[in-house]
């Protein structure tokens, strides 16, 4: 199966600068914070408790089976990546609304426009020291 944290680091490919380049040392804290990066842009997911509706963005729809069995289990599979800011909130209307929560999809997002909407990863600097480093040669 498929790390469903794969496709948040894809599409914040498009907004985070500089670049990420991940490491296999620290790819599962990569992964976390670009999920946590991506989920906590309202324009990618966001609960509106009065309308029971999680408006979601279309990566969830494209490729629902790497999130979740199906769109009335997405609202629950996407509390493990929430920031902890937010994941009360979507929590309590999960608990009052249950399966009555509508899934809307955000069918047409246009990358372009969010390009300039950074949002960096806290890898610390040190971890990539020498990683640019060409070998010496003898």
């Keep these: 199966?498929?790390?469903?944290?794969?496709?948040?680091a894809a599409a914040m490919t498009h907004t985070t600068r500089?670049?990420?380049?991940y490491s296999a040392a620290y790819l599962d804290e990569q992964l976390r914070q670009a999920a946590f990066c991506f989920c906590r842009r309202r324009d990618f997911v966001s609960m509106d408790g009065l309308a029971k509706t999680l408006k979601v963005a279309n990566c969830f729809d494209a490729y629902l089976v790497d999130f979740a069995p199906s769109h009335k289990a997405l609202p629950q599979a996407l509390l493990q990546w929430l920031p902890p800011d937010t994941k009360g909130k979507y929590s309590k209307v999960l608990k009052t609304h249950g399966k009555s929560i509508r899934i809307a999809?955000?069918?047409?997002e246009k990358w372009r426009q969010f390009a300039g909407l950074y949002h960096p990863l806290e890898i610390p600097q040190a971890n990539l020291k020498g990683f640019f480093n060409k070998p010496k040669s003898k």
């Design 1 to 8: 199966p498929v790390d469903p944290r794969v496709h948040f």
């Design 18 to 21: 500089p670049l990420t380049i």
């Design 105 to 108: 999809v955000r069918k047409e």
